[in-house]
């Protein structure tokens, strides 16, 4: 690895490198010890000009779950952006300071312009609605996991599908797999935009659109939960009449298939009820574990210790 | 410990377990080196929904001396809250990310909720004006190794005794030794509550009632002060009339026992004069000390390591 | 090393002292790994009642790449200052919990004040308008890297030469070499005040002033440009006709030696073109990474380690 790594978007990864990352993760899970001092001595930066805690977090965790170390700033307000200076500028500083980056920005295409000039590996950590590239890799780990393999499986993504930047980035991650089959659920206002089903249609993917989440759970392996924002309704009786419906409760998984996983980002707000955290195939606690455990593999991989 | 433990009150420690805190502490106090890397590859999470630099530092210090790390937020705005998150969410969350949990928050009861489903240790850092059990340990230290037992003595309480959270739950865990005596002093409107009175009574501990903090001060063995804030008193004739007497300063501390010793769980305004600072009665910095190390036993106690 | 180290200002070092950290500075650079555990077991406190990140990071950073632990706060905001504490309390409680301090306050002299009773070694990283000693440190260590020596060279302090502290301090300590000549570039307002001039005549130093940049360059050995605040200047049309001239860009590189380093404290706004950047004579990036050995330097020394 002679170049600087950047990863701003899941595209950025092949899919020989998002496989080696997902054998690395479990090799981690199985045996955390072996990597405890992995990353001895080394330094994260977390540059968080948005707040985030869980990203935070579990960035910091996965560091200091391999020995290392990690300083930053959790907001902007205590940055030197206050001062006008650029984010490609304070890249530069934290690589004087740091040995790998993660990054979160509010605005669209700062990471891209911030990793222009970077010295060492940044990680794009969330920008804006745009790219979230290690939620992916947390939503890819969960499923690999779960279901053993990201081939012959149906998932159903619910909630809002037009903005959801998490949703738009694991249909594309999920593209390169064979025979995915995705079921979108959404108010008719916040359908998935025209470029990402043309995407899947170039792909040959199967994929059907439903309103409510009752007619699509039967046959899903994966249901993946996001929240409907009410000021994201066109009209307020919309939102009255189908707000319950991008609820999951114990009443809607009568339906569902025995072994099928339920995932959601989080947080949550109400979209999943908590009577629901009970039901074995409740998996969005251990989504957030599993993000832990792919940001150590991602961090190993950019320092290119594994 | 098969159970995960949590510590909401100090009335959650059998008095079997306070002593065994107070032992642990005193064996760290004489030798710190020994624990230095006892919590290797652990990591604390400090949540705190409230700002508290004394709290939070304390028990960050207290994790890294241990050689353990340590991740959290200070304050509710970088955390997942602002995004509508429950509080037994993010503790949840947290708990995929670190070993054990100290967490603040401004709202009485929240840590008990939180408590509910966390999956690994979880000590309350203090719930708005209710529990604040790891101050109590602190000043419980701080009397043990000053005094060198929990029986026969006097204690001064001086300030706000009807809100001071720190002042209820000390006199609740002295209730459970032999023959402390209680000598209260506070102005009328800020008199301790019926409760804890009736609670003293159910014990057969003596208490007595003071106005003016010089009539009581010769007694005491230990006089603990707090702040008295003036927003507390029903009318501005009685703060000019009272205030002077729940500052002490060198001459009130003419009537005192030589052996005395002055505690105050900090930070403190302007209730302790900064001349006292010098006597060899002054603890409260000690007391600060203190609490570091009553931390770091405790963590090591809900860790299962000592 | 009975006595408490503080470091308030850069006259608190001996010109032997500085040339110690200087000499063990380049060590370090020379082989970090010799002292990646140096610190080990020893925890840095950092009080920010001001947010820097910059600075901070740095701290954070040389501690960490020695082994040691870091706490602290952003801003004060998260510290009991809200309370009403004063600094000098804030400072002897986080010497209960850290083994040595960096602070940085927005009120002058409050680095002097809770200096006074600490109980920790006490770095001042920065108070109002006053004093910035590890700028200075990181300053000097990039002239001594770059030129080989702190005599004999020719140096133009370009900008805000009436406010900016950083010149005031690095003029200060230059002072005590041989033969540095001082070149001062400003817009007539903001000249350097006359009491650092009366500083230079009484060390025999030599001095030009001068309003443009253009005419300065040629003879400089380095360049130390900082940022011209807009609101500096008395009026609107002084601004419009000067401004550039503080500016600096390829052009007005070519009249410079070949060898000339740039310097600037960053962050930059716009006082040095991104263009520059690419020069082999920019040298405020490697600046920043000085900043972070001579504060690793810094703390051993005051630890007693080294």
């Not at 919309?238 to 009443?251: N, P, T």
Request: hydrophobic fraction near 40%.
């Amino acid at each position: 690895m002679n170049e600087v790594r950047k990863l701003i978007n899941i595209t950025d990864l092949s899919t020989g490198e998002i496989d080696h990352l997902m054998d690395l993760a479990d090799d981690i899970m199985a045996d955390p010890t072996k990597y405890q001092d992995a990353c001895a001595h080394k330094i994260l930066a977390t540059l968080f000009f948005e707040p985030s805690t869980r990203t935070r977090l579990s960035f910091t965790s996965a560091m200091m779950s391999l020995g290392g170390q990690v300083l930053g700033f959790a907001d902007a307000k205590s940055s030197s952006a206050t001062k006008g200076e650029t984010v490609s500028d304070t890249v530069i500083m934290a690589g004087c300071y740091a040995d790998i980056i993660a990054m979160r920005h509010p605005k669209e295409g700062a990471p891209i312009a911030a990793a222009r000039k970077t010295t060492v590996p940044l990680i794009n950590a969330g920008d804006g609605g745009h790219f979230h590239p290690t939620q992916t890799l947390t939503d890819l780990l969960t499923i690999h996991r779960k279901l053993g393999s990201f081939d012959n499986f149906t998932i159903g993504l619910c909630g809002d599908l037009m903005f959801g930047r998490t949703v738009h980035s694991l249909i594309e991650a999920l593209l390169r797999y064979e025979n995915v089959k995705f079921i979108l659920i959404s108010p008719p206002e916040l359908r998935l935009p025209e470029y990402m089903k043309e995407k899947m249609n170039r792909s040959g993917a199967e994929w059907h659109e439903y309103t409510k989440l009752e007619d699509a759970i039967p046959e899903l392996d994966v249901l993946y939960m996001t929240r409907v924002q009410k000021e994201r309704f066109f009209n307020e009786e919309d939102y009255v009449r189908l707000k319950d419906s991008y609820i999951l409760d114990r009443e809607k998984l009568e339906d569902a298939k025995k072994n099928m996983i339920i995932m959601h980002p989080l947080p949550r707000v109400n979209e999943i009820a908590v009577e629901v955290d009970d039901d074995p195939r409740a998996c969005y606690f251990y989504q957030a574990k599993c993000g832990r455990y792919v940001r150590m593999a991602l961090i190993l991989y950019f320092l290119g210790i594994n």
